[in-house]
Nanobody, 130 residues
């Protein structure tokens, strides 16, 4: 069974940077788009960014556009989320996920039935505060 494992979270001051990693347990995930979601305390999951199966299509939520960069290294079965100029409102648990499709919208991922039936990692905490 394919698993996704996130890492790289932590505490950072506003304006700082973090790089999150999402490692897949199987190379079969190379055929699918990978998305990042986040969930702040007391709120629902919000789509952050996605990358298509062959890395030439990426998408970002308006709230992170210009600050976050997603990329994938299929040789390492890994997707990265580079987060710069972090703000307190970026605080939350970050999850990587796949809905078993190869598609990635330019406006980033959104919760859908596909993700309800997809695969999720366990999440990694990001805290931005002074």
């Amino acid at each position: 069974q394919v698993q996704l494992v996130e890492s790289g979270g932590g505490w950072v001051q506003p304006g700082g940077s973090l790089r999150l990693s999402c490692v897949a347990s199987a190379s079969t995930l190379r055929s699918y788009a990978i998305s990042w979601f986040r969930q702040a305390p007391g709120k629902g999951r919000e789509g952050v960014s996605c990358v298509g199966s062959d890395d030439d299509i990426t998408g970002y939520a308006d709230s992170v556009k210009g600050r976050f960069t997603i990329s994938r290294d299929n040789s390492k079965n890994t997707v990265y989320l580079q987060m710069n100029s972090l703000k307190p409102e970026d605080t939350g648990v970050y999850y990587c996920a796949t809905d078993w499709s190869s598609r990635c919208s330019s406006t980033g991922p959104s919760m859908s039935a596909g993700f309800s039936l997809g695969r999720w990692g366990q999440g990694t905490q990001v805290t931005v505060s002074s």
